[in-house]
Structures are given as structure tokens and as C-alpha cells.
């Protein structure tokens, strides 16, 4: 018996949906979603309300948490108003992130600034098209191997870099729409290179606090409903 | 092929809405409504009110069905409920308490 259940294009589930196995959802789900086995909100899919499960991939839309005990992937076209929490993660150029995002589980890296993200990696000029979902790693190689090279020059304007992603580790807020992705990717670069770039001179290890949560963006679930009735 | 599928192990705290086909093996605890069929599968459950154009049951439904079309309970399913639908066929084996209103 196939354990793959699929929330069709027409459907609407309004409460929560748990148990195991894979599950495909094309539709809509007004709820949370707790699965022991992997979930795939398609391109036309949306979840209003957060998402745990062993394996994620999102290619859709999500407005809450999103976490994952193995391997969370957004795809192009994946908007995301929520924290990311995975073992393993990918970001795909073309989706779209709102919430912290962090790694755990995995084997963490030292810089854990680097994976607080309050960013639209759809501005991300850095990627390329074709990028696979690892691609966010090769993002902070390169970054961190332009710190070694001096903090770089402003702008990206290494000879062998590309211009640097509009990360912003430390902005209070990020307006979500509507930023130039020529700006953006310039701005970012000079706040990257000068103010952002100096964690050793900070006796914690880590360049400033947290960023700060934008309650408009971490409320959580908008327009979320729970049934009121079929219920025991 | 159903356009939706609630697999064996999946279970869903509300309700199911749905233009297309409703395929069930897991567990509605809510409402189940589309403009398609619906097949609740033998290991498939329904604690709240069913209806679709075609209903066919071969697992458990605790609730009113309803069908514009047809209900169909199949043997070894088990129906505790009302039924309101111009067509209703009741298998051998098939378990059944409830009115049923086949309209004029």
C-alpha cells in the first residue's frame, strides 16, 4: 500500500494534518502539518501554519515555521514567511525567505552568524540559474574566503568576485518587497565588507545580537483558521 | 487516479474540502466535502458528515452521507449514519444503521 497521500489542487484541509508517510500538497492546508516522512508543497501549493517532518521541500507557499529533521530544500518560487530549521539546507535562487534560518543537527560550522537570514534571495545576483540546492553553501565559502582576502574592496570589486549576497546579517529589518535587486545587491555589499565583517574584535565570538524579530513577519500563521466543529 | 489522497497512516484533525476526487485510507476527523467522487478505501475513516456526487464506502464513516449521485456501501464497509442520496446500493457484509432518504 502506497503511503503517499496528496492534498489535490482543489483541495482545502482546514486543521492539521499528522501521521507518516509522504505527502504531496498541491492545494491548501490551513493548519499545521506534523509528518513522519517528507513533504512537498508544490509550486501551486500553500500551507497557512508550520510544517515538521523528516524532509521538506517546498516549491510553494508557507507563512509559518518550517522544521526538518534531515534535508529542508526551497525551490525556485518558494515564499516562506517563517523560521527555517534543518539538519541540511538548501536555498534555491528565486525563493523567498522571511524568518531566521538555522542549521542544526548537521555538522555546524563556527560562524553561525552567517546563518541568520532575514533576506529575498531572489535578489541574490550571486547564484546562478542553474544552482543546485547546495548553492548556499558555496555562497558563504565565498564569503568567508573574502574575509581572509581583506574584507574585500566594496562592492564586490575583486577581480574574481561576483558580487556578494544581499545577506544583511545584522538589519533590524528588511522591507520584504519591493527592493531594486540592483541596490539591494550593492548596498548589502558595502554593509557586508565594513560593519558586519569584524566578529573577532567581539569578545562573544558573535557579531551582535540576534536579529531582531519583525513581529509583522514572525506573527506566524495570517488568515489561519482551526475548525470549530466535527471535532470530538 | 484521485486528485487527492489521504494515504493509511495519515490522519487529519478537520476538514477536507475538494472540486475533485477524494481517495481515503487514512482518518478525517472532520467534515469531507467535494464536487467529485469520494472512496473511502477499507482501511479508510470518517468521523464527521461525508458528501460528494459519488460516495462509496468500504471502510468506516461515523456520520451523514450524502450524494447527489449515488452511495455506494461496499462489503466489509460500515455506516453509521443517515444517507441521503437518489441511489444507494448496499453490498453483502456491509454494515448499516441509519435512515435513508432517497428523495421523491
Same mark, same amino acid.
Given at each position: 500500500m502506497a503511503?503517499v %497521500?496528496?492534498i489535490?489542487?482543489?483541495?482545502?484541509v482546514?486543521g492539521? &494534518?499528522?501521521g507518516?508517510g509522504d505527502?504531496?500538497?498541491?492545494?491548501?492546508? =490551513?493548519?499545521?502539518?506534523?509528518?513522519e516522512?517528507?513533504v512537498?508543497v508544490a509550486?501551486d501549493?500553500v &500551507?497557512?501554519?508550520?510544517i515538521? +517532518?523528516q524532509g521538506?521541500r517546498?516549491? /510553494?507557499? *508557507?507563512? /509559518? %515555521?518550517?522544521?526538518?529533521?534531515?534535508?529542508?530544500?526551497? =525551490?525556485? /518560487?518558494a @515564499? &516562506?514567511?517563517?523560521?527555517?530549521?534543518a539538519?541540511?539546507?538548501?536555498?534555491?535562487?528565486?525563493?523567498? *525567505?522571511r524568518g531566521?534560518?538555522?542549521?542544526?543537527? /548537521?555538522?555546524?560550522?563556527?560562524?553561525?552568524?552567517?546563518?541568520?537570514v532575514i533576506?529575498? =534571495?531572489?535578489?541574490?545576483v550571486?547564484a546562478?540559474?542553474s544552482?543546485a540546492?547546495g548553492? !548556499?553553501?558555496?555562497?558563504r565559502?565565498?564569503?568567508?574566503?573574502?574575509?581572509?582576502h581583506g574584507?574585500g574592496?566594496?562592492?564586490?570589486?575583486?577581480? !574574481?568576485?561576483?558580487?556578494?549576497?544581499?545577506?544583511?546579517?545584522?538589519?533590524?529589518?528588511?522591507?520584504?518587497t @519591493?527592493? +531594486?535587486?540592483?541596490? +539591494?545587491?550593492?548596498?548589502s555589499?558595502?554593509?557586508? %565588507?565594513?560593519g558586519?565583517?569584524?566578529?573577532?574584535t @567581539?569578545p562573544?565570538?558573535r *557579531?551582535?545580537?540576534p536579529a531582531?524579530?519583525?513581529?509583522?513577519l514572525?506573527?506566524g500563521?495570517?488568515?489561519r483558521?482551526r475548525?470549530?466543529s466535527? =471535532?470530538? | 487516479?484521485s486528485s487527492?489522497?489521504i494515504?493509511?497512516?495519515?490522519?487529519?484533525?478537520g476538514?477536507?474540502?475538494s472540486?475533485?476526487?477524494?481517495?481515503?485510507?487514512g482518518?478525517?476527523?472532520?467534515?469531507?466535502t467535494?464536487?467529485?467522487s469520494?472512496?473511502l478505501g477499507s482501511?479508510?475513516?470518517?468521523?464527521?458528515d461525508?458528501?460528494?456526487?459519488?460516495?462509496s464506502?468500504?471502510?468506516?464513516?461515523?456520520?451523514n452521507?450524502?450524494a447527489?449521485e449515488?452511495?455506494d456501501?461496499?462489503?466489509g464497509g460500515?455506516?453509521?449514519?443517515d444517507?441521503?442520496?437518489?441511489?444507494l446500493?448496499?453490498?453483502?457484509g456491509?454494515?448499516f444503521?441509519?435512515?435513508v432518504d432517497m428523495?421523491?
Open positions: 503511503r %497521500s496528496i489535490g489542487p482543489t483541495s482545502i482546514i492539521d &494534518v499528522t507518516r505527502l504531496e500538497i498541491i492545494g491548501r492546508v =490551513q493548519g499545521d502539518v506534523v509528518l516522512g517528507t512537498t509550486p501549493g &500551507v497557512l501554519g508550520s515538521r +517532518a521538506v517546498v516549491a /510553494g507557499r *508557507v507563512d /509559518g %515555521s518550517v522544521v526538518a529533521k534531515e534535508s529542508l530544500s526551497l =525551490q525556485a /518560487g @515564499n &516562506v514567511s517563517g523560521d527555517l530549521v539538519a541540511r539546507l538548501g536555498i534555491e535562487e528565486g525563493a523567498r *525567505v531566521t534560518v538555522r542549521t542544526e543537527g /548537521g555538522d555546524l560550522e563556527e560562524d553561525d552568524d552567517e546563518d541568520e533576506a529575498d =534571495q531572489s535578489d541574490d550571486d546562478t540559474p544552482e540546492p548553492g !548556499h553553501e558555496r555562497r565559502r565565498d564569503r568567508r574566503r573574502r574575509r581572509a574584507g574592496g566594496g562592492g564586490g570589486a575583486s577581480p !574574481h568576485a561576483v558580487p556578494p549576497p544581499p545577506a544583511l546579517p545584522t538589519a533590524p529589518s528588511v522591507p520584504s @519591493n527592493v +531594486a535587486p540592483s541596490s +539591494a545587491a550593492s548596498s555589499a558595502s554593509t557586508d %565588507s565594513i558586519a565583517r569584524s566578529p573577532q @567581539n562573544s565570538g *557579531v551582535g545580537p531582531p524579530v519583525v513581529p509583522a514572525t506573527k500563521v495570517r488568515g483558521r475548525p470549530s466535527g =471535532q470530538d | 487516479m487527492t489522497i494515504a493509511s497512516e495519515l490522519t487529519i484533525e476538514d477536507l474540502t472540486e475533485d476526487d477524494v481517495h481515503i485510507e482518518r478525517v476527523r472532520g467534515r469531507v467535494t464536487k467529485g469520494v472512496e482501511r479508510g475513516a470518517v468521523e464527521a461525508v458528501s460528494g456526487r459519488t460516495v464506502v468500504a471502510g468506516s464513516v461515523t456520520a452521507v450524502t447527489t449515488r452511495v456501501l461496499l462489503a460500515r455506516l453509521v449514519g444517507v441521503k442520496a437518489p441511489r446500493t448496499i453490498a453483502d456491509a454494515t444503521r441509519g435512515k428523495g421523491d
